[in-house]
């Protein structure tokens, strides 16, 4: 049973880079067939996706965070890791990490999610 | 970016009722559709992808519809675990996510 788990700060200062880290267990990041992004959400508000790592090791941001977004991956320990630099409040959310895997017809979908794990962007 | 509206935005029902949640995208998005469940602290839960195939292990009585920019999640018996906020999501291009909309006890 693939189980993702996030870690880091709960407190960034503004300015600062946010660092996050997924650990997986029960499956390999460097495996074929799954993409490892990075979600989040702000309170009471929706979804937004942030970027992928491929198993090659490249990446796709969404376009409106690619300026400030970095995601890179340890294989030998299983993890991967979001950096987002120059916070504002406005990153201010929960940060969660997914497993995409695809469907039939080659949709991607997030279908593991870890816990999420909360992040201020405060002085 | 794929734009994506969901309506209603919340809606309260009682333990048996029918639900029907609707997603529209700005854009066709083929089978690239799908639906997630979450509950209140909790990450979101794949329920219903490509748009009518239920993950392994959600029941039946959730089920998906639609085609093109138009897509319905429907809750056919309302049961007290199912309170929670629902959000339809494309994968066509950039993944985006609809405003969610909020199930609540009536």
């Known amino acids: 049973q693939v189980q993702l788990q996030e870690s880091g700060p709960g407190l960034v200062k503004p300015s600062q880079t946010l660092s996050l880290t997924c650990s997986v267990s029960g499956g390999s990041i460097s495996s074929g067939g799954y993409y490892w992004s990075w979600i989040r959400q702000p309170a009471g508000k929706g979804l937004e996706w942030i970027g992928r790592i491929y198993p090659s090791g490249s990446t796709n941001y969404n376009p409106s965070l690619k300026s400030r977004v970095t995601i890179s991956a340890d294989t030998p320990k299983n993890q991967f890791s979001l950096n987002l630099n120059s916070v504002t409040a406005a990153d201010t959310a929960v940060y969660y990490c997914?497993?995409?895997?695809?469907?039939?017809?080659?949709?991607?979908?997030?279908?593991?999610w870890g816990q999420g794990t909360m992040v201020t962007v405060s002085p | 970016d794929i734009q994506m509206t969901q309506s209603p935005s919340s809606l309260s029902a009682s333990i048996g009722d029918r639900v029907t949640i609707t997603c529209r995208a700005s854009q066709t998005l083929s089978k690239y559709l799908h639906w997630y469940q979450q509950k209140s602290g909790q990450a979101p839960r794949l329920l219903i992808y490509d748009v009518s195939t239920l993950k392994s292990g959600v029941p039946s009585r959730f089920s998906g519809s639609g085609s093109g920019t138009d897509f319905t999640l429907t809750i056919s018996s309302l049961q007290p675990e199912d309170f929670a906020t629902y959000y339809c999501?494309?994968?066509?291009?950039?993944?985006?996510f609809g405003p969610g909309t909020k199930v609540d006890i009536k």
């Open positions: 999501q494309q994968s066509f291009s950039t993944p985006t």
């Open positions: 997914a497993r995409e895997g695809f469907s039939m017809f080659g949709a991607n979908v997030f279908d593991i």
